[in-house]
């Protein structure tokens, strides 16, 4: 639908060919070679020039990342422009017809991309991709200029047809354009960079739009309600900016490789839809996640398809529609933003359904409330938990399915969303002019609704059906959907739960589990994989070697006592201090807190920011199982006591070695320090790989990949690839690549709920 870049990180191998078309170096205005390191960098990745700036220095990647941020702001004029022109021209008739009218210009721009995307796309990839987009945005220039000079209705819905249809070609050659002109190892940058200046250019060109179509007033003959001059300035400054990408590729066309990249054959959208229904027949959790993906996008296009009416209804004008159609997105960009590191101690899988809840109750005010500034209040919370959902319910949609299908269940998802929302934005207006304006009379009071707002009532109502039946659905077994005073609980008095991040610097990686001696060995086989490639590792451990944390570990762990008859559980060991006096089970878990806060502050936090690859055995997880699940303390106090002292330290990657209980303190729960570990990986499965530790063979030999098996490695690889882009880090291979390492266990091997990743070692 829109021109700006589609955003996918894709992995090329590492051909001669390829390598041959981009090597050229950056002080003559070409892409550098993927092999090759900028000023400043080195092949280990530990050069001191941010990746921003070594993409910067390239000439070519300049022009088209202004061409993008300047194109993308134009072409979100273009669309509040062509809908507030739909309204405009149709203002005098009722509100069904403005319904249709609106709902029109948002299907043109669908309909393309359903009816042709696989033609398209097939025909594209035997195109000059740099003559394509200097065709195809020349062709949009123009389109859009009659748009503006002929002002008419018909021609509105034929021009926009067309101008998705030409993007049909252009999109993918520019999106080819920019994977051929930025170096493999900065392609996860640049796709960032180019995200967010797409997406960033919203809240600008929503208060732009606002402020043109104020202005417009007071120009001759400029009345309230009239912003046809508003309209027709963003018209053609959307055109320009085509002309301007044009212009820039023409200029830029030497710099450009004209090789073609790869580029996966495009599919039928319904058939992927008829795939995928198949598919989570089968898969109960799976189709709970989908469902409140489509719930959330079908409320959300009921919300879109009815704000340039409602706006009408709070006589705002194209001034109100402007702000809040910005105010949305700025709701939902700091929703993606946020989700993923929002409430740590919540299950990701509650998370995602309370937050559609959520998304539905402010989008309930948002239908009654009959006060502009309000409204948009209440558009921003919409905007803000339906990003967090949509993030959450994404990353854990990638964690469900395995490998060789994931792709295709993303197709499926996307493709599902579109035809959701090419359905709401059609059903919306058409259902605001149908269900009319009421008036309500309770006493003395009277109260309208109308036709506009009791369509977001039908939005609210469907984002609240789909988040109860998302929460029965993906509540953690043997565990309830988090109840909602649970949530402020954890909120009250602390704001670390909401600031917690990873290490943003180097590699934080934990390992975790309840037998000390398996975790042990399996940090040492996970260092020796990551120095593999002679990558900087830091291994260390809990309680610390810092003089605190060997007193620490003096108490905590003191010599094992001769078991009491019928003790077997745990082999559980009495903690007492110097004198032979029990330690308190509060002592215990404050000592451990201290601990880490000094082992982070001394140890693991100066290793990060050298930005090296940190591995420690045992962490936070530790004292919240032991201590809280197994003692019965708060675990959710035991963590924010543990993020106030790391000032908020979370490891990028857990692995959890699921296993007994062989050690712990004395009357400790085997049982319930066990479930406390995997209630953790349940919590953020993001962060998380569970394996199981009876798949693995403590008497492996070292060398190789030990214990660390291909699933560990997979998740590291993408991690790698991520915090260190300028190494050029190769994703790990699988298991079916031929690499060394023990084979992932058999799904259903272990523990085989949410969050686990089966990945133990056979022998």
């Known amino acids: 639908m829109r021109r700006g870049l589609t955003i996918t990180v894709r992995h090329y191998p590492a051909e001669d060919d390829r390598d041959d078309r981009t090597a050229r170096t950056v002080s003559d205005g070409h892409a550098a070679s993927p092999g090759t390191h900028g000023p400043g960098s080195s092949a280990t990745g530990r050069g001191t020039d941010n990746a921003l700036v070594a993409l910067l220095r390239i000439p070519v990647f300049r022009r088209m990342w202004a061409a993008i941020a300047v194109s993308s702001l134009g072409d979100w004029l273009g669309l509040l422009a062509t809908t507030a022109m739909a309204q405009q021209l149709t203002r005098d008739e009722s509100t069904a017809v403005q319904g249709v009218a609106i709902s029109g210009v948002i299907l043109v721009r669908l309909l393309p991309d359903l009816l042709l995307g696989p033609i398209a796309g097939a025909l594209a990839d035997r195109l000059d991709r740099r003559t394509t987009v200097i065709v195809g945005d020349l062709l949009a220039c123009g389109l859009y200029l009659s748009i503006a000079l002929s002002y008419e209705l018909t021609w509105l819905y034929v021009a926009q047809f067309l101008v998705e249809a030409v993007g049909l070609f252009t999109n993918p050659a520019k999106q080819a354009n920019w994977v051929a002109i930025v170096p493999r190892e900065r392609l996860a940058t640049a796709n960032q960079v180019s995200l967010f200046s797409v997406y960033g250019s919203v809240p600008v060109a929503a208060l732009l739009f606002a402020l043109l179509s104020t202005v417009s007033r007071v120009f001759p003959g400029g009345e309230a309600g009239d912003t046809r001059t508003a309209i027709v300035v963003a018209l053609v400054f959307n055109s320009l900016t085509f002309a301007l990408s044009a212009g820039i590729v023409l200029l830029s066309r030497a710099l450009i490789p004209a090789t073609q990249v790869d580029r996966e054959a495009p599919a039928n959208v319904f058939s992927l839809v008829v795939e995928g229904v198949s598919f989570l027949r089968g898969q109960p959790l799976m189709r709970a996640l989908y469902v409140g993906v489509i719930g959330a996008f079908g409320a959300g296009g009921l919300t879109v398809g009815v704000a340039q009416l409602y706006v009408v209804t709070l006589d705002a004008g194209a001034a109100g529609y402007g702000i809040l159609f910005g105010v949305v997105f700025t709701g939902l960009a700091m929703g993606m933003l946020v989700g993923p590191r929002i409430l740590p101690t919540i299950p990701r899988r509650t998370l995602f359904?309370?937050?559609?809840?959520?998304?539905?109750?402010?989008?309930?005010?948002?239908?009654?409330?009959?006060?502009?500034?309000?409204?948009?209040?209440?558009?921003?919370?919409?905007?803000?938990?339906?990003?967090?959902?949509?993030?959450?319910?994404?990353?854990?949609?990638?964690?469900?399915?395995?490998?060789?299908?994931?792709?295709?269940?993303?197709?499926?998802?996307?493709?599902?969303?579109?035809?959701?929302?090419?359905?709401?934005?059609?059903?919306?207006?058409?259902?605001?002019?149908?269900?009319?304006?009421?008036?309500?009379?309770?006493?003395?009071?009277?109260?309208?609704?109308?036709g506009p707002g009791l369509t977001l009532l039908v939005g609210a109502l469907l984002a609240l059906g789909v988040s109860a039946y998302a929460v029965r659905q993906v509540a953690p077994r043997g565990r309830p959907g988090t109840r909602a005073r649970d949530v402020f609980r954890l909120l009250w008095g602390s704001s670390d739960l909401l600031s917690a991040s990873s290490s943003g610097v180097g590699l934080f990686v934990v390992v975790e589990g309840a037998d000390r001696d398996l975790t042990r060995r399996y940090t040492a086989d996970l260092a020796r994989v990551l120095r593999a490639d002679d990558r900087p590792v830091v291994t260390t451990h809990e309680p610390s070697d810092t003089a605190l944390g060997r007193q620490v570990r003096g108490l905590l762990f003191p010599p094992a006592s001769p078991p009491a008859d019928g003790r077997t559980a745990t082999d559980g060991r009495t903690v007492t201090d110097d004198e032979g006096r029990p330690v308190a089970a509060y002592t215990a878990a404050l000592l451990a807190a201290a601990d880490r806060a000094e082992h982070v502050a001394t140890v693991i936090r100066p290793a990060l920011q050298r930005r090296e690859i940190v591995v420690c055995n045992?962490?936070?997880?530790?004292s919240m199982a032991f201590h809280g699940a197994g003692q019965g303390l708060d675990a959710d106090r035991i963590l924010r006591t543990s993020l106030w002292a790391t000032r908020g330290l979370l490891p990028d990657l857990t692995v959890l070695v699921d296993s007994p209980v062989t050690a712990g303190p004395d009357g400790a729960d085997a049982d319930a320090v066990r479930a406390g570990f995997l209630a953790r990986a349940d919590a953020a499965p993001d962060r998380y790989v569970v394996v199981p530790g009876e798949l693995l063979d403590a008497d492996a030999p070292h060398d190789g990949d030990g214990l660390v098996s291909a699933a560990v490695r997979r998740r590291l690889g993408t991690l790698l690839a991520q915090r260190y882009p300028e190494s050029g880090t190769p994703a790990p291979a699988d298991a079916s690549d031929g690499a060394s390492g023990p084979a992932d266990a058999p799904v259903g091997a272990g523990r085989t709920g949410t969050g686990t990743v089966p990945g133990g070692s056979v022998r």
Not at 434 to 449: A, D, I, P, Q, Y
Not at 618 to 622: E, L, P, R
């Open 618 to 622: 045992h962490y936070v997880d530790t």
């Open 353 to 450: 359904a309370r937050s559609i809840g959520l998304a539905g109750l402010a989008l309930l005010a948002m239908s009654l409330l009959q006060e502009f500034v309000l409204a948009a209040a209440a558009a921003f919370l919409v905007g803000l938990f339906a990003g967090v959902s949509w993030i959450i319910g994404y990353t854990l949609i990638g964690f469900e399915v395995e490998d060789r299908l994931r792709g295709r269940v993303f197709a499926f998802v996307f493709s599902s969303v579109r035809i959701e929302l090419l359905l709401a934005v059609a059903v919306g207006p058409g259902l605001a002019g149908l269900l009319g304006s009421h008036e309500l009379n309770v006493g003395e009071l009277r109260f309208t609704v109308s």
